[in-house]
């Protein structure tokens, strides 16, 4: 039988894609969140990477591919990983600041992807630095979206664990 700690987690997992459709600022998003927060909670890693990124597909089967995906799947594996290594010292201090990391990382490669890919900006490190800059209002939302919704999930998950005991990871270690 599948442990309680696992339906849970998922569904957490599925309802932050799930509100991928809901009509929210520009990259003010809960996937970043989502995959920090998979990686800090399944104790399988494959789990962790596997179930945001099936949930990512079909949320994007709906929403649209597009050229960056690999890039944009790369930074949320990235997140999935720095969960892992904030799993056993998740905390008031460690979780926010893994989430301004996912949301710094994202920035960066996703900016530096789409600058040579597009045309938009010059090949030229002026034109980096304006790809950048045009981007740093899309990282305001970023960043408070990775963590505002790591608040709701974390948070959320903690609260769980403290009311329901089959929820904690030592009697729920299969999740």
């Known amino acids: ?8 987690l998922t569904g957490m997992v599925v309802a932050a894609v799930v509100s991928r459709w809901l009509p929210l600022p520009p990259n003010f998003a809960p ?10 909670h399944f ?13 990512m597909l079909l949320s994007d089967t709906v929403i ?13 594996a990235a997140n999935v990983v720095i969960g892992m290594g904030i ?38 490190l002026d034109g980096l630095i304006a790809c950048y800059t ?3 209002p899309f990282f305001g939302n970023t960043l408070l979206g990775d963590l505002c919704f790591s608040a709701v999930l974390f948070g959320g998950f903690a609260l769980a664990e403290r009311r329901f005991a089959s929820l904690r990871e030592s009697v729920g270690a299969a999740a």
């Open 1 to 8: 039988m599948v442990p309680a700690r696992f339906w849970l």
């Open 31 to 40: 996937i970043g969140a989502m995959a920090l927060f998979a990686g800090a």
């Open 43 to 55: 104790t399988d890693r494959r789990l962790a990477l596997l179930i945001p990124f099936v949930a």
């Open 64 to 76: 649209g591919f597009h050229s960056g995906i690999p890039y944009v799947y790369g930074c949320f």
């Open 87 to 124: 799993k056993s010292r998740r905390s008031l201090v460690t979780v926010p600041l893994a989430s301004v990391a996912c949301s710094l990382l994202f920035f960066l490669v996703t900016n530096f992807a789409f600058w040579p890919t597009y045309n938009l900006y010059p090949k030229t």
């Open 134 to 136: 045009a981007a740093l």
